[in-house]
Each structure stands twice: as C-alpha cells, then as structure tokens.
T-cell receptor
Framework: DTAVSQTPKYLVTQMGNDKSIKCEQNLGHDTMYWYKQDSKKFLKIMFSYNNKELIINETVPNRFSPKSPDKAHLNLHINSLELGDSAVYFCASSYTGEEQFFGPGTRLTVL | GENVEQHPSTLSVQEGDSAVIKCTYSDSASNYFPWYKQELGKRPQLIID?????GEKKDQRIAVTLNKTAKHFSLHITETQPEDSAVYFCAANAGGTSYGKLTFGQGTILTVHP
C-alpha cells in the first residue's frame, strides 16, 4: 500500500509550457512538502503545507505555485517552464515535522 | 538560515570495512538531525535520526553521533555490504521549528566494493 505517491513519474515538455505534478499521502500526516533535487543530487525544500496552510515558502520563482485541496494532497503547478526547471521533484509528508516520508519523485525534463 | 556541510562527497570502501560521513551545521537552535539513504533512481529514505538531547544512537550496523558544542554529527556504518552503496544525506532542522524545515547536506556517494 503506497504511503506517498506522485504522478506522473516522468514529465517531458517544451520550454514555455505549463505543467502540474500531483502528490497524495495516505499516512494521515498533517504536513506535506515539495523538494527539488537538481542534477548534482542537491535536495532543497521549496514549499510546505500544514493542514492546507502554506507554512514554508522558500525563494522560488513565482512561476511555481503549490496548492493543497486537503491535507492528504499537495500539487505543484509550474508556469512558463524553463530549461533550469529540469530536475527531480519529490513530495514528502510528515506527522511530527521530523521524520519525513518521500514520494517516488517526478523527473521533469524541459526541452 | 541553517547551513549544512557534508564530507566527503565520495567514499569508496571494501566490503566489511567501516564508513564514516561527517556533517557540520550552523544554527545552534537546530535540534533534529536525520540521515537519509537514496539508492539510484529511488526516493530518499530515513535510516536513522538523532535529537539534540542524545549524544549517540545505534541501530544494528549504523550509528550516529552528535557533538552539539562543535555543531557536528556523523554517520558510522560498520561491516559495510555492497547493498549499502547509495547516496547518503545528512540534514538539520531550522532553529527548532515544529514544521520540519530540513536543510540537507550535499550528499555522499558511498561505494562498497565486493
């Protein structure tokens, strides 16, 4: 039974397009996160929601907009995609704010 | 904000040897330090963590030590096996926040040769 799931697993698109990545967790956690892992494997937090409320918003271009319809879902919408947006995006969730469970990742390639 | 430095960036050992990965952090208010293992093409997975009220924690072949005064913590893997080969990340939470803003180190690529 998958704990944190993401769709799609792979996303290949052209520069300038708009795309969304979806995340769902069935762990009953209150907090969800989006991370970006670049080509050098560096993991950096982008956003976090606690009970549908945005609580962490790092220095991310405003082309990136997270949305949390309920505490089990956190989606990421990206407008006007750029080459530098190519990366693996991980969703994660946590109950205590400490142990974080990661999703399988979405590999985004912008051509 | 928090800054986490991790060394070495790559580590190559023979099966059965020990491996040690070290991290330093900058925020003296950080109180939670997890270690994640990421196999090729997979998600990061928590393997061990330590809180600031503890100096050492062990779980079978892995252990983590924390020196709050020096602001560094280390991962120790004993009797390494080929399946330990992966990228390992340390992390620290930001100033005791309750929402888990983790700052990750740069990662260490561990290769265990049979």
């Amino acid at each position: 039974d998958t704990a944190v799931s993401q769709t799609p697993k792979y996303l290949v698109t052209q520069m300038g397009n708009d795309k969304s990545i979806k995340c769902e967790q069935n762990l009953g956690h209150d907090t969800m996160y989006w991370y970006k892992q670049d080509s050098k494997k560096f993991l950096k937090i982008m956003f976090s929601y606690n009970n549908k409320e945005l609580i962490i918003n790092e220095t991310v271009p405003n082309r990136f907009s997270p949305k949390s319809p309920d505490k089990a879902h956190l989606n990421l919408h990206i407008n006007s995609l750029e080459l530098g947006d190519s990366a693996v995006y991980f969703c994660a969730s946590s109950y205590t704010g400490e142990e974080q469970f990661f999703g399988p990742g979405t590999r985004l390639t912008v051509l | 904000g928090e800054n986490v430095e991790q060394h070495p960036s790559t580590l190559s050992v023979q099966e059965g040897d020990s491996a040690v990965i070290k991290c330093t952090y900058s925020d003296s208010a950080s109180n939670y330090f997890p270690w994640y293992k990421q196999e090729l093409g997979k998600r990061p997975q928590l393997i061990i963590d330590i809180r600031s009220n503890v100096g050492e924690k062990k779980d079978q072949r892995i252990a983590v030590t924390l020196n709050k005064t020096a602001k560094h913590f280390s991962l120790h893997i004993t009797e390494t096996q080929p399946e330990d080969s992966a990228v390992y990340f340390c992390a620290a939470n930001a100033g005791g926040t309750s929402y888990g803003k983790l700052t990750f180190g740069q990662g260490t690529i561990l290769t265990v040769h049979p």
